[in-house]
């Protein structure tokens, strides 16, 4: 038999096949907790939805090929996947993790290493050659995530993997591919042992589940990933798997969509005069590392102002762009991560990260482009940020042409 034959990204995304007995074109929802067996000798594939479904095979199967993954779990939320993966470690392991990971990651970290489950060590992941010399054989973990949720802190990855398993192959590489999506980036490609992303965002897009997937390369980390989860009851429910499924297929077109809505509103805001942080900008201090990792910058940025208030009047100022936390959905998102989804680290280790107070998120949709820069403008007029008198006054000094 011909090998099988594998096509682009975009294609995998929407050519699955559902292997159902009647071919329904789309995999079917097996809404049950349980599966009756034919006999106690003769037990089928499925006893119990905890320890497997049907509908979360076929989606766990479809995100592998995807991820480039040998195996992929789908659980019920991102923060599900990280606690799944530091149930791998022993009491007391140490590990070494961003200084700047997404807020609720840094929590469970802190929770941890409170307990006494691991000691973990927190560095500015920015800095490849400092990442290295802290890398020893008493370390059994890394965690990284890039570009970093909000500060889009660009890791070199590829280098620091590699340099972690020359020290020690057992070192598990884990890495928060959250921001990029697969279809952006693929962690596994780059040497990471275990890639893991929240689905709640770019994967499913349209903020109606939370769910969390895990993926990896390594049968022996698969076996371990799996008795956790099956243990510890955090599987994706039937129908959250199918309604990831279903958000999975437009996965490349909403993403390709975002970003070009991203980098437009990116280059206004950057015009204007804000300190821009996004990776698709070529001010970007990691512009170039960024993309020799990655196939696109992703529809995330923020800015900052240089005061609070402003930023608080900025962000109350919007009509299109909702005041929610989140990112990666088809809707475009305001927030203040230090009030908001960074709210959990607390001031003074905000402060000693250099963490901006007065930090705007931006996460953008698929929105008409024009409609949501009107809609900024509106709030940056209202708010005083710009001192410019109207909205073609402000469009014509960064050379926009004003829609009608
Ligand atoms: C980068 C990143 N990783 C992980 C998570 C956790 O995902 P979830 O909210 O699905 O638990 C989030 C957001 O919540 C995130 O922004
Ligand atoms: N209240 C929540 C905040 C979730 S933040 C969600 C997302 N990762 C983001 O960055 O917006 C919490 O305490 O976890």
């Not at 019920?76 to 609720?104: H, N, Q």
């Amino acid at each position: 038999m011909s090998p099988k034959k594998s096509y682009s990204l975009e294609t995998e995304l929407v050519f699955t096949k559902s292997g159902d007995q009647y071919n329904a074109s789309v995999a079917p929802l097996y809404q049950s907790a349980t599966f009756k067996q034919d006999s106690l000798s003769q037990m089928g594939e499925y006893d119990y939805t905890r320890s497997g479904n049907p509908t979360r095979t076929h989606l766990q199967n479809h995100l592998a090929k995807i991820m480039k993954a040998q195996s992929a779990f789908a659980v019920s939320s991102g923060m599900g996947c990280l606690d799944v993966i530091t149930r791998l470690l022993k009491p007391g392991d140490e590990v070494i993790a961003g200084d700047d990971l997404y807020g609720g990651t840094h929590r469970l970290l802190t929770y941890l290493n409170k307990k006494g489950d691991l000691i973990a060590h927190h560095y500015d992941t920015t800095n490849t050659e400092l990442i290295k010399s802290k890398i020893t054989d008493k370390i059994k973990m890394i965690f990284l995530e890039s570009p970093t949720n909000p500060l889009i802190k660009v890791v070199d990855v590829k280098s620091i993997t590699e340099h972690a398993h020359k020290v020690n192959p057992d070192i598990v590489v884990v890495f928060d591919n959250t921001m990029m999506s697969p279809i952006l980036m693929t962690p596994l490609e780059l040497g990471v042992d275990i890639q893991y992303e929240s689905a709640t965002k770019y994967l499913n897009g349209h903020h109606d589940i939370m769910a969390g997937v895990i993926a990896t390369r390594s049968t022996k980390l698969a076996e371990q990933l799996y008795y956790i989860i099956n243990s510890t009851g955090c599987g994706l429910s039937p129908f959250d798997s199918w309604l990831l499924s279903r958000g999975l297929r437009t996965l490349a077109i909403r993403v390709e969509r975002q970003q070009e809505n991203c980098v437009r509103i990116a280059k206004f805001l950057h015009q204007i005069g804000f300190k821009v942080r996004y990776p698709g900008l070529k001010s970007h201090p990691q512009y170039e590392l960024h993309s020799s990792m990655c196939r696109g910058y992703g529809a995330v940025l923020s800015f900052e102002t240089g005061n609070i208030k402003l930023s608080e009047k900025i962000v109350e100022s919007t009509d299109i762009f909702g005041i929610a936390v989140s990112f990666g959905c088809v809707n475009s998102l305001i927030s203040m991560p230090c009030k908001m989804s960074h709210a959990s680290i607390d001031k003074k280790t905000r402060e000693e990260r250099e963490f901006p107070e007065d930090l705007i998120r931006l996460c953008i949709g698929i929105e008409n482009v024009d409609d949501l820069i009107d809609d900024l403008t509106k709030a940056l007029l209202k708010s005083g940020a710009v001192k410019i008198n109207d909205r073609d006054e402000l469009y014509n000094a960064v050379g926009l042409q004003p829609k009608l």
